[in-house]
């Protein structure tokens, strides 16, 4: 038998490595046709209002500027199902930032100056873009997939009002933009009535999907390639304004365009992380059994279309109590969109809950690790279904093991380093399995190699690669025998990457047609086309499970706080994590860990502001915007418990993408309080809010 060097789990290196280090590899941006023109488009420079007249003169002077398309001129789009892809079809301007014009130009250079000559005159409107918990227009949204809306459990304010111990706080995070290393960016062109694009995007075929319908083209005449992909954390989830744009161009001007998105227009339209404002009460027994939890959360959507930040679903899985409350409101606001961003909802709703359970640890004077350990439980607390694996407790234990947890004294300001405050804090985390039906081929050649094609994303994960494994280890096959086709809409389809589902659902597919194939293969010589199998998850990745399935964690931080500047630095991260079967160990290191690193963003550096008088975010590119540099990142670890979990996939794996944010500012929020005996309870932990000295 062939030793596939048990290619499932392996630390395989990723097959598009070298490419991508040697700059073979193309991402969206570097496809350029023959005659390609260049695309820059023009934002609202008002926060509400109606564009009254547009005067492109000056733009149709630049030498090379071909086109200027306005909402007088553009190409009528069906309606679509996303209404902030409905570009340049009205005069109206829900929000600043929003396109209103598109300059296209022989040049990169010829389109820019285009741009900066369109003049746009508005009717501009009062606005309002300031999030409160009592604005009037807050209204509870339905609840459609059982992650936003208001859930209940008996009468947990009169639990809360009865219980021994209590804490009652209140959280905020501001506004967090995604900001992958690759902006958005779209190559498109026409060619007899049929559209290719290439695609800055998260999943190829929702793509095609939707320029279909907006175009009023069949599915097969559109192609969409997203071969490589730099990052997206959420933002490239869905279409974004920019894929449209570039195709309505290339069909005006009968030239490919290219259009790549400047940094500083990202937060205006390619979605964020929208702020919540978190109220969490606590009630407890003497010995930290939780009596009530109530969880409120408020979060800004835009007037375009409705977004939930649903940031108390989590508090519905992690700990068990006899009365419960979590809700969530929305406000509509003149903003941008918010959308997807690593861990939505979990992310910031966590920071909530754990920094709660921490103060609830101290009120108890009881160990924040063992305090959580005295509320696990077996079956989701808000459906009573039983967890098909839950090994948080374990997640805590070894990661107080590891930590040194043991040696901790509990007193605040207790350890000092100098000048440095020095404390450490735990967070407990989680996050949702979720699978989406794809679809997947495999083929055996006669000279030994095998291709598996399949439409999914790989977005920096490693995703060609696990697939690979998981279709060795189906097949018995070597690793090195067997190629991966992804990243092009003409594929079998797959769905997007995101919600931490792409290798459990795409490897599902994989790992059907694989075991199909290899029983075809069985004692059978190959014809010279080979034999092929395909498999299609559709009623059975989709299916209702008995069972509630959810990965879990323990982030363990050490921090040090200047006592001059104010400055906190983590010198120490820890994540153990139990999330099924881990399909490759060198990925999933990189994912935890790059996900604990945007956790520390989150607690320290990240956080933008909305100008109220402007309307718009003040933080718009990577100069104010702070995202963790390498000496802002410290020794920091990841490891796993193996979990043997049968009710998943045929992998037995679970997502492993976003858990590794979810629990670490909270982690690092309840290290500043240690280190310091200051609580701060809106991220991000600025110096200014240090020295101030919290609430």
């Known amino acids: 038998m062939p030793d596939t060097v048990s290619a499932l789990g392996a630390p395989a290196e990723r097959r598009e490595g070298p490419d991508k280090v040697t700059g073979a590899a193309r991402y969206a941006a570097e ?26 003169a000056a733009a149709l002077a630049v030498p090379g500027v071909v086109s200027v398309l306005t909402h007088l001129n553009a190409p009528h789009l069906a309606e679509p199902d996303d209404a902030t892809l409905a570009v340049l079809q009205n005069a109206r301007v829900p929000h600043r930032g929003w396109y209103v ?33 009592d604005h009037p227009d807050a209204y509870v949204p339905e609840d459609s997939d059982g992650t936003s809306g208001e859930h209940t459990r008996g009468d947990a304010d009169g639990a809360f009002d009865s219980s021994p111990v209590r804490v009652d706080a209140a959280y905020r995070v501001s506004p ?44 097969d ?38 259009l790549v998105l400047p940094r500083r227009q990202l937060a205006a339209v390619v979605g964020h992380r929208s702020p919540t404002l978190q109220r969490v009460r606590l009630g407890a027994e003497p010995d930290g059994t939780l009596t009530s939890v ?16 649903t940031a108390a679903a989590a508090t519905r899985v992690m700990y068990p109590s006899p009365y419960s409350r979590t809700t969530h409101h929305v406000v509509p606001l003149d903003v941008p969109s918010p959308s997807w961003m690593r861990a939505p909802g979990e992310a910031p709703g966590m920071y909530a809950l754990e920094s709660a359970m921490d103060e609830l640890a101290v009120a108890l004077d009881i160990d924040p690790v063992e305090l959580r350990l005295r509320n696990d439980t077996r079956t989701e607390p808000d459906s009573s279904k039983p967890f098909s694996s839950r090994h948080l ?12 947890w043991s040696e901790r004294d509990p007193r605040p300001r207790s350890r000092a380093d100098g000048p440095f405050l020095v404390g450490s ?41 696990v697939l690979a494994q998981i279709a060795a280890d189906a097949l018995g096959v070597p690793l090195d025998t067997v190629r991966t086709d992804i990243g092009n809409s003409d594929l079998p389809a797959a769905s997007l990457a995101g919600g931490s589902s792409g290798t459990g659902s795409w490897g599902w597919a994989v790992h059907e047609a694989c075991t199909q194939l290899a029983g075809r293969l069985s004692g059978r010589q190959l014809p010279p086309e080979g034999v092929g199998a395909t498999a299609d998850t559709a009623g059975t990745a989709d299916a209702e499970s008995d069972y509630a399935r959810h990965s879990f964690g323990a982030h363990f931080a050490e921090v040090g706080v200047d006592t001059v500047s104010g400055e906190v630095r983590v010198r120490r991260l820890l994540g153990v994590y139990a999330a099924g079967h881990i399909l490759n160990s060198r990925t999933a290191r990189s994912q935890f860990i790059g996900a604990m690193i945007m956790g520390l963003g989150m607690a320290l550096t990240e956080g933008s502001t909305m100008d ?45 993408g976003e858990i590794g944010i979810v629990g670490t500012a909270a982690a690092i929020g309840n290290a500043v309080h240690h280190a310091t005996g200051i609580r701060l309870r809106e991220l991000p932990i600025t110096p200014d809010r240090v020295l101030a000295g919290g609430n």
């Open 31 to 56: 496809h350029t046709p023959e005659g390609c023109a260049y695309a820059v488009p023009v934002p609202a420079t008002v926060a509400r209002g109606d564009v009254t007249a547009v005067d492109d």
């Open 101 to 133: 014009a598109l300059v296209v130009a022989d040049s990169l250079e010829a389109a820019r100056e285009g741009a900066a000559a369109v003049r746009i005159s508005y009717a501009e409107e009062p606005h309002d873009v300031t999030l409160r918990a």
């Open 176 to 219: 967090l933009h995604n900001h992958p290393m690759e902006p958005h960016a779209a190559t498109a062109q026409w060619q007899d009535g049929r559209l290719t694009v290439h695609d800055s995007s998260q999943g190829a075929s929702i793509v095609r999907k939707v320029l279909a319908g907006l175009f009023e083209l069949p599915d």
């Open 221 to 258: 005449q559109v192609t969409v390639i997203s071969e490589h992909v730099g990052g997206g954390f959420g933002s490239k989830g869905t279409p974004r304004p920019h894929v449209v744009l570039a195709s309505m161009a290339a069909r005006v001007t009968g030239r490919p365009v290219k």
């Open 294 to 309: 109530i969880h409120e959360v408020t979060a800004h959507t835009s007037r375009v279309k409705e977004f939930v930040e």
């Open 393 to 404: 407790a374990e997640c805590l234990r070894e990661g107080a093991r590891r930590f040194g």
């Open 425 to 465: 804090g735990v967070a407990a985390a989680t996050y949702p399995v979720i699978a989406a039906t794809s679809r997947a081929s495999a083929h055996a050649y006669p000279d030994g190699s095998f291709v598996v094609r399949i439409n999914a994303t790989d977005i920096g994960t490693g995703a060609r690669t």
């Open 612 to 656: 109220a008088a402007f309307g718009d975010f003040a933080e718009a590119d990577l100069a104010a915007y702070h995202v963790p540099a390498h000496a802002d990142v410290p020794a920091i670890e990841a490891h796993w418990i193996d979990e043997d979990d049968p009710h998943l996939n045929p992998m037995g794996s679970k997502g492993i």
